[in-house]
C-alpha cells in the first residue's frame, strides 16, 4: 500500500489557494482599472460635450465657427452608409458561413479558405481602404459615395462576420439536423428552419461587433476620399457624404478649444448611435433564445 503523505497534500492545497487568491486579486484589478478608465473617458465626454447638445447642433452643417458647427450630414451620412453595410455584410457574411458549413466539401481547400478568412480579421483597416479605392471608387467608377464607401466597410468587416458565424453554426447540436432529416425535411429546409434559427444569436453577437466597427472606423473613408465637411445631405446612393468618424475627426484635429467640445458632442452622437443600434440587435438575439 503506498503511503500518503497528508502533510505534503495539505501544503500543495495552501500553495494552490494562494495562487488562487493571487490570480483573483489581479483579475479584479484589471477589471476594475479598464472599468475607471472607461468611466473617466465617459466623464470627460460629457462634461465636455454635453453643453453644445441641441437641437441647432443636430439640424445644422459643418462650419468655420464652433458655435454654428452641426452634425446633420455626418448623421444622415451614417444612417445612409449603414443601410448599405449591414444587409451587403450580413448577406455575404452569413451566405458565405453557410456554404462553408453546410455545403463545402471538408479537406484541405476548405481549410486553406478558413485559415485565410481568419487573417483577413486582422487586417489593418487603412488596407481593405486602398481595396475600396481600387475596386470600388476607380475601378467601377463609383468615386467617394455612399455605395463606395458602403462596399468597403461591408470587406472590412465580412471576415468577423464569416468567423463568428460559423463558429455559430457548428455550435448547433447534431441531434437536431438528426431529427429535421428524419422527419423528411431536405438540406435545406433544414438549415433554414432548425441551424439558422438556433444559430441566430451567436450570428448577431459576431454582427453587432462587426457593424459597431464599421460604424466607427475613420481610416478607410479618409483613403477613399469620402470628405470631411459637406452642406447638404445625400439623396441617394451614389451621393457624396460625410460621415461621424470624419466629422469628429475633423473637429479634434482642429486648434481651437471650443472644436475639442464640439467633437466631444459628436462623440456623444456617435455613441448613443451605437447603443441604439446594438440594443436593437441583442433584443432580436434574446428573442431567439427564449425561442430556441
Not at 86 to 110: H, M
Not at 253 to 271: C, D
Request: charged letters at 15%; glycine letters at 8%.
Amino acid at each position: 500500500m503506498k503511503y500518503i503523505d497528508h502533510g505534503s497534500v495539505v501544503k500543495r492545497m495552501g500553495t494552490r489557494m494562494i495562487v488562487n487568491k493571487v490570480f483573483k486579486a489581479l483579475f479584479f484589478l484589471a477589471t476594475l482599472f479598464a472599468l475607471l478608465a472607461l468611466g473617466v473617458l465617459f466623464y470627460r465626454i460629457f462634461t465636455q460635450g454635453i453643453g453644445y447638445l441641441s437641437i441647432d447642433f443636430f439640424l445644422n452643417f459643418g462650419s468655420r465657427f464652433p458655435e454654428k458647427a452641426g452634425i446633420k450630414a455626418a448623421l444622415v451620412g451614417s444612417l445612409w452608409m449603414m443601410a448599405v453595410v449591414a444587409p451587403v455584410s450580413l448577406l455575404l457574411g452569413v451566405g458565405s458561413a453557410i456554404y462553408l458549413e453546410e455545403y463545402a466539401k471538408k479537406g484541405k481547400i476548405n481549410d486553406f479558405i478558413r485559415m485565410n478568412i481568419s487573417n483577413l480579421a486582422g487586417v489593418p483597416s487603412v488596407v481593405f481602404g486602398l481595396l475600396g479605392l481600387t475596386i470600388f471608387v476607380r475601378a467601377l467608377a463609383l468615386g467617394n459615395s455612399i455605395l463606395a464607401a458602403g462596399f468597403t466597410m461591408s470587406l472590412l468587416i465580412l471576415p468577423v462576420i464569416i468567423v463568428s458565424s460559423q463558429e455559430a453554426i457548428r455550435a448547433v447540436p447534431k441531434d437536431l439536423r438528426e431529427a429535421s432529416y428524419g422527419m423528411g425535411a431536405t438540406k435545406w429546409q433544414t438549415i433554414a428552419r432548425v441551424v439558422l434559427p438556433s444559430a441566430i444569436p451567436g450570428i448577431l453577437t459576431g454582427g453587432i461587433l462587426a457593424l459597431s466597427r464599421a460604424i466607427g472606423e475613420t481610416a478607410p473613408l479618409v483613403v477613399i476620399g469620402i470628405p470631411v465637411i459637406i452642406q447638404f445631405v445625400p439623396e441617394n446612393l451614389l451621393s457624396q457624404f460625410t460621415a461621424m468618424p470624419m466629422q469628429i475627426f475633423d473637429w479634434a484635429k482642429r486648434p481651437q478649444e471650443a472644436f475639442q467640445s464640439v467633437a466631444a458632442a459628436g462623440i456623444i452622437v456617435l455613441m448613443v448611435f451605437l447603443l441604439l443600434m446594438n440594443s436593437i440587435a441583442v433584443f432580436i438575439r434574446n428573442k431567439f433564445q427564449k425561442r430556441y
